[in-house]
């Protein structure tokens, strides 16, 4: 009778330890998760920011040509 216990005291530990750790599994998923959308996130801005600076210096370049074609205007 006193195996008997031993044994189920042993099956009841180690259902406790595993449930930690699928619950320690769990938890790292969820915050790896967490990080995953932080990152889409940032490379959604940063892709944003990206096409805000292309877009400047296309505006840029557009006003550098039209600034020499005056200047030219005014060479002797």
Do not use: C, P, W
Not at 17 to 40: D, G, M, P, R
Not at 44 to 58: D, R, T, W
Not at 70 to 76: L, P, Q
Request: charged share 30%; proline share 0%.
């Amino acid at each position: 009778m006193d195996k008997t216990y031993k044994g189920m005291d042993e099956i009841v530990k180690s259902k406790d330890e595993i449930l930690s750790k699928v619950e320690s599994v769990s938890a790292v998923t969820q915050e790896n998760s967490a990080a995953s959308e932080e990152v889409a996130a940032s490379s959604e801005e940063l892709s944003a920011s990206s096409e805000e600076v292309a877009a400047i210096a296309q505006n840029l370049h557009s006003m550098a040509i039209r600034l020499a074609n005056v200047v030219d205007k005014f060479k002797v």
